[in-house]
Protein backbone atom coordinates (compact mmCIF):
# COMPACT_ATOMS: atom_id res chain seq x y z
CA UNK A 1 0.00 0.00 0.00
CA UNK A 2 1.32 3.64 -0.76
CA UNK A 3 2.82 5.32 2.43
CA UNK A 4 3.62 8.57 1.73
CA UNK A 5 1.17 11.10 -0.15
CA UNK A 6 1.98 14.52 -1.06
CA UNK A 7 0.31 17.49 -0.95
CA UNK A 8 -0.16 19.49 -3.75
CA UNK A 9 0.70 17.68 -6.66
CA UNK A 10 2.01 20.78 -8.26
CA UNK A 11 3.01 24.09 -7.42
CA UNK A 12 3.29 27.30 -9.07
CA UNK A 13 4.88 30.01 -6.89
CA UNK A 14 6.78 33.39 -7.68
CA UNK A 15 11.36 33.92 -6.73
CA UNK A 16 11.43 34.73 -3.18
CA UNK A 17 8.27 33.44 -1.73
CA UNK A 18 7.69 30.46 0.11
CA UNK A 19 6.49 27.33 -0.61
CA UNK A 20 4.74 24.75 1.27
CA UNK A 21 4.45 20.95 0.93
CA UNK A 22 3.01 17.95 2.71
CA UNK A 23 3.20 14.36 3.00
CA UNK A 24 0.62 12.25 5.06
CA UNK A 25 1.58 8.52 5.77
CA UNK A 26 -0.44 5.46 6.84
CA UNK A 27 1.64 3.23 9.24
CA UNK A 28 3.79 3.84 12.21
CA UNK A 29 7.50 5.10 11.14
CA UNK A 30 11.20 5.09 11.91
CA UNK A 31 11.89 8.14 10.13
CA UNK A 32 10.41 10.51 7.14
CA UNK A 33 13.06 11.56 4.75
CA UNK A 34 12.67 14.50 1.50
CA UNK A 35 14.20 13.90 -1.55
CA UNK A 36 14.50 16.69 -4.36
CA UNK A 37 14.35 15.34 -7.79
CA UNK A 38 15.97 17.72 -11.00
CA UNK A 39 14.37 16.96 -14.29
CA UNK A 40 15.77 14.15 -15.56
CA UNK A 41 18.58 13.90 -12.54
CA UNK A 42 19.04 11.28 -9.58
CA UNK A 43 17.07 12.30 -6.51
CA UNK A 44 19.05 14.42 -3.70
CA UNK A 45 18.56 13.68 0.22
CA UNK A 46 17.47 16.70 1.70
CA UNK A 47 17.02 16.35 5.24
CA UNK A 48 15.86 12.93 7.62
CA UNK A 49 13.76 13.61 11.08
CA UNK A 50 13.72 11.15 12.99
CA UNK A 51 9.82 9.47 14.77
CA UNK A 52 10.89 11.25 18.00
CA UNK A 53 11.46 14.93 16.28
CA UNK A 54 9.07 17.43 15.56
CA UNK A 55 11.10 20.13 13.63
CA UNK A 56 14.60 20.23 11.53
CA UNK A 57 16.21 22.82 9.67
CA UNK A 58 18.26 23.03 7.30
CA UNK A 59 19.48 26.10 5.71
CA UNK A 60 16.44 27.62 3.93
CA UNK A 61 14.37 24.18 4.52
CA UNK A 62 12.21 23.48 7.71
CA UNK A 63 10.71 19.64 8.03
CA UNK A 64 7.69 19.28 10.76
CA UNK A 65 6.94 15.76 11.47
CA UNK A 66 3.23 14.87 13.51
CA UNK A 67 3.06 11.61 14.22
CA UNK A 68 -0.43 11.76 15.44
CA UNK A 69 -1.80 13.33 12.25
CA UNK A 70 0.87 10.66 10.35
CA UNK A 71 1.59 14.25 8.36
CA UNK A 72 5.16 16.19 7.80
CA UNK A 73 5.46 19.33 5.99
CA UNK A 74 8.19 20.65 3.95
CA UNK A 75 8.72 24.66 3.93
CA UNK A 76 11.09 26.17 1.35
CA UNK A 77 11.60 30.20 2.21
CA UNK A 78 13.01 32.34 -0.18
CA UNK A 79 12.37 30.41 -3.02
CA UNK A 80 14.79 30.53 -5.64
CA UNK A 81 14.39 29.74 -9.75
CA UNK A 82 16.98 26.64 -8.70
CA UNK A 83 14.41 25.05 -6.72
CA UNK A 84 12.54 24.16 -9.07
CA UNK A 85 12.30 20.27 -8.95
CA UNK A 86 10.14 17.31 -7.87
CA UNK A 87 10.07 17.22 -4.42
CA UNK A 88 9.55 13.30 -2.40
CA UNK A 89 9.07 12.48 1.11
CA UNK A 90 9.58 8.74 1.87
CA UNK A 91 9.06 7.34 4.90
CA UNK A 92 10.96 4.26 6.63
CA UNK A 93 8.87 1.16 7.64
CA UNK A 94 10.40 0.01 11.06
CA UNK A 95 14.30 -0.69 10.85
CA UNK A 96 14.48 -2.11 7.31
CA UNK A 97 15.49 0.86 5.51
CA UNK A 98 12.97 0.02 3.04
CA UNK A 99 11.67 3.62 1.79
CA UNK A 100 8.30 3.93 0.61
CA UNK A 101 7.70 7.54 -1.43
CA UNK A 102 4.56 8.88 -2.30
CA UNK A 103 3.68 10.75 -6.09
CA UNK A 104 6.06 13.84 -5.32
CA UNK A 105 5.14 17.07 -5.58
CA UNK A 106 6.13 19.64 -8.69
CA UNK A 107 7.38 22.77 -7.50
CA UNK A 108 7.63 25.54 -10.24
CA UNK A 109 9.30 28.49 -9.17
CA UNK A 110 9.36 31.77 -11.50
CA UNK A 111 12.01 34.35 -11.76
CA UNK B 1 33.84 11.60 -1.49
CA UNK B 2 32.41 9.77 -4.54
CA UNK B 3 28.65 9.49 -4.75
CA UNK B 4 26.50 6.38 -5.66
CA UNK B 5 27.48 5.68 -9.25
CA UNK B 6 25.49 3.77 -11.83
CA UNK B 7 25.68 2.35 -15.25
CA UNK B 8 24.36 2.90 -17.63
CA UNK B 9 22.90 6.23 -17.64
CA UNK B 10 20.33 5.20 -20.84
CA UNK B 11 19.59 1.62 -22.22
CA UNK B 12 17.37 1.36 -25.38
CA UNK B 13 16.46 -2.84 -26.02
CA UNK B 14 13.67 -4.57 -27.53
CA UNK B 15 11.09 -6.56 -25.87
CA UNK B 16 13.10 -9.93 -24.85
CA UNK B 17 16.53 -9.01 -25.16
CA UNK B 18 18.57 -8.92 -21.95
CA UNK B 19 19.97 -6.09 -20.11
CA UNK B 20 22.52 -5.72 -16.63
CA UNK B 21 22.56 -2.64 -14.96
CA UNK B 22 25.51 -1.81 -12.71
CA UNK B 23 25.80 0.03 -9.20
CA UNK B 24 28.59 1.28 -7.45
CA UNK B 25 28.05 2.55 -3.54
CA UNK B 26 29.72 5.01 -1.70
CA UNK B 27 33.13 3.36 -0.49
CA UNK B 28 31.93 1.87 3.09
CA UNK B 29 28.28 1.48 2.52
CA UNK B 30 27.08 -1.51 3.44
CA UNK B 31 23.21 -0.91 2.58
CA UNK B 32 22.55 -0.88 -0.78
CA UNK B 33 19.18 -0.35 -2.14
CA UNK B 34 17.67 -0.66 -5.66
CA UNK B 35 14.45 1.22 -6.58
CA UNK B 36 12.71 2.25 -10.23
CA UNK B 37 9.86 4.48 -11.19
CA UNK B 38 7.86 3.72 -14.06
CA UNK B 39 6.07 6.21 -15.90
CA UNK B 40 3.80 8.37 -14.27
CA UNK B 41 3.72 6.57 -10.27
CA UNK B 42 5.72 6.55 -7.25
CA UNK B 43 9.14 5.38 -6.95
CA UNK B 44 9.33 1.36 -5.69
CA UNK B 45 11.24 -0.41 -3.78
CA UNK B 46 12.92 -3.31 -5.22
CA UNK B 47 15.35 -4.41 -2.98
CA UNK B 48 18.10 -4.32 -0.20
CA UNK B 49 21.35 -6.06 0.70
CA UNK B 50 23.63 -5.78 3.08
CA UNK B 51 27.03 -6.58 2.15
CA UNK B 52 26.48 -9.53 -0.06
CA UNK B 53 23.44 -11.06 1.49
CA UNK B 54 19.91 -10.20 0.24
CA UNK B 55 17.74 -8.55 2.85
CA UNK B 56 14.77 -7.89 1.43
CA UNK B 57 13.95 -8.56 -2.13
CA UNK B 58 10.20 -8.01 -1.58
CA UNK B 59 9.45 -5.68 -3.82
CA UNK B 60 11.29 -7.60 -6.68
CA UNK B 61 8.45 -7.78 -9.17
CA UNK B 62 9.13 -11.06 -10.90
CA UNK B 63 11.77 -13.60 -11.75
CA UNK B 64 12.91 -12.19 -14.95
CA UNK B 65 15.03 -9.93 -12.62
CA UNK B 66 17.80 -11.00 -10.80
CA UNK B 67 19.88 -8.84 -8.48
CA UNK B 68 23.62 -9.84 -7.23
CA UNK B 69 26.23 -8.40 -4.91
CA UNK B 70 29.48 -10.08 -5.21
CA UNK B 71 31.68 -9.36 -2.80
CA UNK B 72 29.56 -6.74 -1.47
CA UNK B 73 31.11 -3.95 -3.64
CA UNK B 74 28.91 -2.98 -6.39
CA UNK B 75 25.47 -4.53 -7.25
CA UNK B 76 24.38 -5.82 -10.71
CA UNK B 77 20.55 -6.10 -11.77
CA UNK B 78 19.89 -7.88 -14.66
CA UNK B 79 16.35 -8.02 -16.36
CA UNK B 80 16.17 -11.73 -18.52
CA UNK B 81 13.86 -11.46 -20.96
CA UNK B 82 12.65 -7.87 -20.73
CA UNK B 83 9.15 -6.45 -21.36
CA UNK B 84 7.56 -3.74 -21.82
CA UNK B 85 6.32 -2.43 -18.88
CA UNK B 86 9.78 -3.17 -17.17
CA UNK B 87 10.05 0.59 -18.86
CA UNK B 88 11.50 3.26 -16.00
CA UNK B 89 14.12 4.52 -14.40
CA UNK B 90 16.04 2.18 -12.30
CA UNK B 91 17.58 4.15 -9.22
CA UNK B 92 20.00 2.86 -6.46
CA UNK B 93 20.84 4.11 -3.46
CA UNK B 94 23.44 3.42 -0.61
CA UNK B 95 23.78 4.37 3.31
CA UNK B 96 26.00 3.42 6.32
CA UNK B 97 25.28 0.63 8.67
CA UNK B 98 22.30 0.69 10.54
CA UNK B 99 18.99 0.61 7.95
CA UNK B 100 17.01 2.96 8.56
CA UNK B 101 18.88 5.46 11.34
CA UNK B 102 20.76 7.11 7.87
CA UNK B 103 19.82 8.72 4.83
CA UNK B 104 20.14 6.84 1.99
CA UNK B 105 22.05 8.35 -0.92
CA UNK B 106 20.58 7.66 -4.90
CA UNK B 107 22.78 7.54 -7.65
CA UNK B 108 21.92 9.56 -10.96
CA UNK B 109 19.61 6.72 -11.98
CA UNK B 110 19.72 4.08 -15.49
CA UNK B 111 16.61 4.97 -17.83
CA UNK B 112 15.65 1.84 -19.45
CA UNK B 113 13.73 1.91 -22.67
CA UNK B 114 12.17 -1.65 -23.84
CA UNK B 115 10.64 -1.31 -27.58
Known amino acids: SQQGEEDPQALSIQEGENATMNCSYK?????LQWYRQNSGRGLVHLIL?????REKHSGRLRVTLDTSKKSSSLLITASRAADTASYFC???????????FGQGTTLQVKP | EAGVTQFPSHSVIEKGQTVTLRCDPI?????LYWYRRVMGKEIKFLLH????????ESGMPNNRFLAERTGGTYSTLKVQPAELEDSGVYFC?????????????FGPGTRLTVT
Open chain 2, 93 to 105: ASSQDDPGRYEQY
Open chain 1, 27 to 31: TSINN
Open chain 1, 49 to 53: IRSNE
Open chain 1, 90 to 100: ATDEGNTGKLI
Open chain 2, 27 to 31: SGHDN
Open chain 2, 49 to 56: FVKESKQD
